[in-house]
């Protein structure tokens, strides 16, 4: 599989009418990835999708699922839905008891490796790992529910990320997820990250593909900037 290009924009469905779903999947089809959040109600305070409906979303999306475990217990049930298809599998460094072998077996069974952390997590300790992942998501928001305002207080850590792969000479992805939107994009890019969860920054909006492609277009000039 190809891999698009940053900056990478990966709506988030779960700001997409559920009754319409596939309907909703057709209109993300100039973006990235399909961003699909998998809560348990346990690590965060709410629920939404288990492996049987992330099963028919593998089947009905035209465009390669990125998925974000926040759960509990991730060494159980990641690799389930690497095997589902999903062409990248995040996990919560918090809920995770080794995190390197899990994303060693997310890699074996053919899925991009990512890790999660929130906002008040330290990254310190992924530096001398980054090459383990594939991806390192940083939560602008506290997980669990989406509509919550951009926390500018974890560019930082974002920032500090970004200078060590820079460093290191590491192609890890850097994602950031909350709040992002047309006035907050560019705060994110420009501290280092390239690939953006944005949800009713794109599925509020009447035209979704103007809304990738405005978004797409900041991130790039905030990064060029930068």
Same mark, same amino acid.
Do not use: C
């Given at each position: 599989?190809? /891999? ?5 924009i ?9 009754v319409n779903?596939?309907?909703?999947l057709a209109?993300?089809? @100039?973006?990235?990835f399909?961003?699909v959040d !998998? ?5 965060v ?9 992330v099963? &028919?979303?593998?089947?009905t999306?035209? !465009?390669?699922?990125?998925v974000?475990?926040?759960i @509990?217990?991730p ?6 839905y690497?095997e /589902?298809?999903? #062409?990248s $599998? ?6 995770? *008891?080794?995190? !390197?072998?899990?994303a060693?077996?997310? &890699?074996?069974?053919?899925a991009?490796?990512g $890790? #999660? *952390?929130?906002?008040d ?11 383990e992942?594939?991806q390192?998501? *940083?939560m602008? $928001? ?14 930082p ?10 460093r &290191?000479?590491?192609?890890v992805?850097l994602? $950031?997820d909350?709040?992002?939107?047309d ?14 969860v944005?949800?009713?920054? !794109?599925?509020?909006?009447d035209?979704v593909e103007?809304a *990738? ?14």
């Amino acid at each position: 599989m190809e /891999l698009p290009r940053a900056p990478r924009i990966n709506p988030s469905i779960l700001a997409a009418d559920f009754v319409n779903m596939q309907t909703e999947l057709a209109r993300i089809a @100039t973006a990235d990835f399909a961003h699909v959040d !998998v809560m348990d109600n346990h690590f965060v305070p709410n629920l939404t999708f288990g492996p049987q409906m992330v099963q &028919r979303i593998q089947e009905t999306s035209p !465009v390669p699922l990125d998925v974000h475990l926040m759960i @509990t217990d991730p060494e159980r049930w990641a690799p389930g839905y690497a095997e /589902l298809g999903a #062409a990248s $599998v995040t996990f919560h460094l918090e809920a995770a *008891v080794d995190p !390197v072998s899990l994303a060693r077996r997310l &890699r074996d069974i053919g899925a991009r490796a990512g $890790v #999660a *952390v929130k906002p008040d997590t330290p990254v310190d300790g992924l530096f001398p790992v980054l090459d383990e992942f594939d991806q390192i998501l *940083v939560m602008t $928001v506290e997980p669990g529910f989406g509509g919550q305002g951009f926390m500018p207080e974890t560019m930082p850590k974002l920032r500090a990320l970004s200078e060590e792969a820079r460093r &290191r000479g590491s192609q890890v992805w850097l994602q $950031v997820d909350g709040g992002i939107s047309d006035d907050t994009i560019a705060q994110a890019a420009a501290a280092g990250a390239d690939t953006f969860v944005a949800g009713s920054a !794109v599925y509020g909006q009447d035209d979704v593909e103007a809304a *990738v492609s405005r978004l797409r277009h900041l991130a790039r000039a905030a990064s060029l900037e930068s």
